[in-house]
């Protein structure tokens, strides 16, 4: 079974830019979760995706946005990049229910210059 | 509000001593609590879970984790340490009944292994 899978791995932006990032979860997995982890703040919960419906919101700036397509594929956005959002960002996917186990994908590492 | 503390940022230990990290939580109600590793360049992996019922959880890679609801505790436990656990480990609390996914993290403790 493939695990989660997420696009780019790597990203490179400058200030005032926007971005999209990509997340495939496991085949079956409804629920998709995005986690933004940097050195100074650790990991913190972005937002929940379950069957196209925003399900949690964390405490981040509306230039944070995201959406899950009907194959449960989740994009993220982020509009005017700042410095400050250069991090990993995570997602996470499960069968939906809080007591499944949440799969991690490896990240996409963006750095705002 | 749900937190997580990990009052460890570093420990070491040598290969095959006993390893305990850290964990204090703050939760209204009976929390889901969760114990995930991550290796430098990968993304988290699950070692265990705690939603009810027996109070010491096994997980993989022979740890296991206790719930004390007395102490608001829930610490990771390997009797034997191996060069190859050397990583990051993060503690964290989720909601319990209908409340999605959303976890709350701590800050995480760096594992360095001596050989």
């Known amino acids: 079974k493939a695990g989660v899978t997420q696009t780019p791995r790597y990203l490179i932006k400058t200030r005032g830019q926007q971005v999209t990032l990509s997340c495939s979860p496991i085949?079956?997995?409804?629920?998709v979760s995005w986690y933004q982890q940097t050195p100074g703040q650790g990991l913190q919960f972005l937002f929940e995706?379950?069957?196209?419906?925003?399900?949690n919101k964390g405490n981040f700036p509306g230039r944070f946005s995201g959406r899950q397509f009907s194959n449960s594929r989740s994009e993220m956005n982020v509009s005017t990049l700042e410095l400050g959002d250069s991090a990993l960002y995570l997602c996470a996917s499960s069968q939906g229910d809080n007591t499944d186990t949440q799969y991690f994908g490896p990240g996409t590492r963006l750095t705002v210059l | 509000a749900q937190s997580v503390t990990q009052p460890d940022i570093h420990i070491t230990v040598s290969e095959g001593a006993s390893l305990e990290l850290r964990c204090n939580y703050s939760y209204g109600a009976t929390p889901y609590l969760f114990w995930y590793v991550q290796s430098p360049g990968q993304g988290l992996q699950l070692l265990l879970k705690y939603f009810s019922g027996d109070t010491l959880v096994q997980g993989i890679k022979g740890f296991e984790a206790e719930f004390k609801r007395s102490q608001s505790s829930f610490n990771l436990r390997k009797p034997s340490v191996h060069w190859s656990d050397a990583a990051e480990y993060f503690c964290a609390v989720g909601p319990s009944g209908g409340g999605g996914n959303k976890l709350t993290f701590g800050t995480g403790t760096q594992l360095k292994v001596e050989l």
């Open positions: 995706y379950f069957s196209e419906t925003q399900r």
């Open positions: 085949s079956g997995h409804r629920s």
